[in-house]
């Protein structure tokens, strides 16, 4: 089911569109407060450009959720390709919010394999937080990608990546 999005998110949504800067930093303002779930995508947009004039208060906006229904659905942006270029930011927001589910992550291992140095430093972080109860499927799946890079040649992520391994073999062992 779709969550209804009220009208005061309607009218942040408005400001963000809007062609004026200064209007639109005030939506991005509006959205610590007001801003649940549905809002994820846009923030997300904002960080397209990290030059962009948005990108920092949107980035500070996603590191602050509170909300646990947005925290997760922040976390489960790391499955969508259209992201795939985000997951630094996500993976950072992620567990700079707290938030320790293991629903994603195998996602988050992907990402840290397929994507620079930074990025898997920041994925690292948030997979060392994840707390129990574990996914099944998706440490069995985590295990599965570090073995294939493990067989594989190896870049300058290898040690990041040990250390990944290392803690997801202790999940593993607590499934």
């Known amino acids: 089911m779709t969550k209804k ?4 998110l309607k009218e942040i949504y408005k400001q963000l569109d809007n062609k004026d800067l200064s209007i639109q930093k005030k939506g991005v303002k509006a959205l610590r407060m007001h801003g649940d779930e549905t809002s994820i995508p846009r923030l997300l ?3 397209k450009d990290p030059s962009g004039p948005l990108y920092a208060e949107a980035f500070t906006v996603l590191c602050e959720l509170k909300n646990s229904e947005a ?3 922040l976390a489960g942006s790391i499955r ?3 992201y795939s270029d985000r997951a630094k930011e996500i993976a950072a927001a992620s567990w700079q919010t707290g938030y320790t589910g293991s629903d994603d992550l195998s996602h988050f291992v992907k990402a840290a394999i397929h994507s620079d140095y930074e990025t898997a430093m920041e994925c690292m972080t948030f997979i060392e937080q994840v707390e129990p109860p ?7 799946e985590s295990l599965l990608l570090l073995n294939d ?6 870049d300058d992520k290898e040690p990041l990546l040990r250390s990944i ?3 997801v073999k202790l999940m593993y062992q607590r499934v």
């Open 149 to 154: 890079y493990f067989d594989g040649e190896k």
């Open 5 to 8: 999005t009220s009208p005061k």
């Open 71 to 73: 925290r997760a659905v």
């Open 45 to 47: 947009d904002l960080l």
């Open 134 to 140: 574990f996914n099944d499927a998706e440490v069995s």
């Open 80 to 82: 969508k390709e259209v």
């Open 165 to 167: 391994l290392a803690a």
